[in-house]
């Protein structure tokens, strides 16, 4: 946009803070849906964290929450859910009969963890 200068034209839905950790990035962690960028971030010791869904292109979040459904569990009982919340999901990656999808975000302590 001309003239904005260094700003962003992002211009995120929802904002959340994760209280309790429900995600593992730590608690107080401020996240807002990133509806230019496919995802959704989270801002962590002053920098940006993009969580970006791959596929389908288009994803567009109005709204997410976290859950800790099993503590004990580690990452794989914790989490951050969140939907397409397009009124045309037809319009994304997928065409003509796409459906809105949930998405579960985790973040594993390796990318190799079970």
């Known amino acids: 946009f001309p003239g904005l200068g260094e700003n962003s034209a992002e211009s995120s839905y929802y904002t959340w803070v994760d209280q309790h950790n429900t995600f593992g990035l730590g608690e107080d962690v401020p996240m807002s849906t990133a509806n230019l960028n496919d995802g959704l971030v989270a ?20 709204g997410f929450d976290g859950r800790i459904d099993d503590a ?40 190799l963890a079970r």
């Open 43 to 62: 801002l962590k010791d002053g920098k940006m964290i993009l969580l970006r869904v791959p596929y389908p292109l288009g994803f567009y979040a109005k």
């Open 72 to 111: 004990s569990a580690g990452w794989k009982g914790r989490g951050l859910w969140t939907t397409s919340g397009d009124r045309a999901p037809w319009l994304m990656e997928g065409g003509k009969g796409k459906r809105p999808i949930a998405v579960h975000f985790q973040i594993r302590p390796d990318p």
